[in-house]
């Protein structure tokens, strides 16, 4: 079944305490993304990935890392989390490099900063 | 910047009703534009989609969308509404250019009374 999986799917965390969200897609999609979900402002893009080694900074880079070493793997890394990292996020892929593709999402990962 | 204004933040319909959820794009080309539909502790999952051509776009589940470029709008309707269409609807403008995002409006919560 082709599908975007993220872990963890929940998880609360203190102030400082390095954590890696982990992103895996099996459907060889060249382009995979980060966003993130926050009442009233929708989904805003974190970082992306156009290809293995290949990122860049989405609109809400701050406070997160991102590293694309493999082609199905696109872990977002928050070194040092503060409550304002507190967030529902979503990583998604796409088979096209021009934006005529359907972005696949995976079910999001509810993250909470203490 | 291309932008997305999803006006209403939460609408309520009687199922069998008709429905119509309103965007509104800014963007300075031709632009690429989606609806997303999320439904309770899911991700996101693609609706319908226009690029060219013909402006009244058919998607999944019996909604359809009309393009509209002098009202800079792309209305998802759908003619009767069942209870299992409750869920968060997202419309995005897509861009081609640079780095290449999906810019999301901030969403719209259907509920459904029976």
């Known amino acids: 079944e082709a599908q975007v999986t993220q872990n963890p799917r929940y998880l609360i965390t203190v102030t400082g305490k390095k954590l890696t969200v982990t992103c895996s897609q099996n459907?060889?999609?060249?382009?995979m993304s980060w966003y993130r979900q926050d009442p009233g402002l929708g989904l805003r893009q974190i970082y992306y990935?156009?290809?293995?080694?290949?990122?860049d900074k989405g609109d809400v880079p701050e406070g997160y890392k991102v590293s694309r070493k493999e082609k199905r793997n696109f872990p977002l890394i928050l070194e040092s989390p503060s409550p304002n990292q507190t967030s529902l996020y979503f990583c998604?892929?796409?088979?096209?490099?021009?934006?005529?593709?359907?972005?696949?999402f995976g079910e999001g990962s509810r993250l909470t900063v203490l | 910047a291309q932008s997305v204004t999803q006006p209403d933040i939460h609408i309520t319909v009687s199922e069998g009703a008709s429905l119509e959820l309103r965007c509104n794009y800014s963007?300075?080309?031709?632009?690429?534009l989606f609806w997303y539909v999320q439904s309770p502790g899911q991700g996101l999952q693609l609706l319908l989609k226009?690029?060219?051509?013909?402006?009244l776009v058919q998607g999944i589940k019996g909604f359809e969308a009309e393009f509209k470029r002098s009202q800079s709008s792309f209305n998802l309707r759908k003619p009767s509404v069942h209870w299992s269409d409750a869920a968060e609807y997202f419309c995005a403008v897509g861009s081609d250019t640079g780095r290449r995002a999906l810019t999301f409006g901030s969403g719209t919560r259907l509920q459904v009374q029976p």
């Open positions: 226009y690029f060219s051509g013909d402006t």
């Open positions: 998604a892929s796409s088979a096209q490099l021009a934006f005529t593709g359907e972005l696949f």
């Open positions: 963007y300075g080309a031709t632009p690429y």
């Open positions: 459907m060889n999609h060249e382009y």
């Open positions: 990935s156009m290809n293995v080694e290949v990122t």
